[in-house]
């Protein structure tokens, strides 16, 4: 099923691009549009209207150098510098490397990211808008990219869950999911006390609102939280253990097996994601993201009460 999709406007107006639908899950492949070219004010405007409905966009056989990929993301709003910085591109701290790939023998991705289920900088006070990914070298096999409606997700929730969790918030921390991912990849750098200060733990509300459709959304995920502020210890990790486990049901999931030159552009408020193991004895893969941010007041927008 296609869809076309053009600006809202009394007059007719060519087509600007078209969508299809990637899963019943979520997602939807936009078909006609070149990202390496600035897109339009309606462009952006119908982007933005298909991701509130889809949480995730597919792009296919685009070609991206750095700044075609800046100027889009920016299209989108103003972007986050890379909290990662080992792993930024040389002299650019907008665009996160990630994947094995080694240059002079020097490991210039990340190779361990994201393995578990996250929404990308959760750890912020105003989390990021969105995210665009750009698959500038993928594995025939393997490296699969899941992702979560976390709509979907919060609707299916029984009403005395969504009652209870109305009120309640996590606790997320870059710190522990650090701490963490050193203990898997031991390979990865001590975290310095200038980093640990720089993002200190964070609370968020159990749900949050698309200010643009009202939807709600569950707003939890493994990778960054660590637990309920409002509930003791083994109640809140209960909690927490319960509602991620829901979220990654496969009826709200949709997984992108990638091909050069896909773009994946998400919302973080809608989806959560995780990457997934491939041979890297075998095969490199070079992954771009650049990191849309948000701002205190679009973040007090999701707010509920
Ligand atoms: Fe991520």
Redesign the pocket.
Known sequence: MEMTIAPSSTRPLAPVFDLAPLSAALGAEVVGLDLSRPPSEAIVTALRSALDRFGVLLFRGQHLDPDQHIAFSRALGPLQEVAQKQYQLANNPFIYVIGNVQEGGRQVGDPS??RLW?S?QSFLPSPAYG?VLFGVQCPPEGAATLFANMYAAYEALPADVRERIGDLHAVHSFREYYELLRHRDPTQPELTDARRNAFPDVVHPLARRNPRTGRLALFINPGYAIGIKELPGAEGEELLAFLCAHACKPEFVYAHQWRNGDVLIWDNLAVN?KGTEFDTARYVRRMHRTTIASTPDAYAATLIH
């Open positions: 990211v994201g996250h990308d995210s994601h």
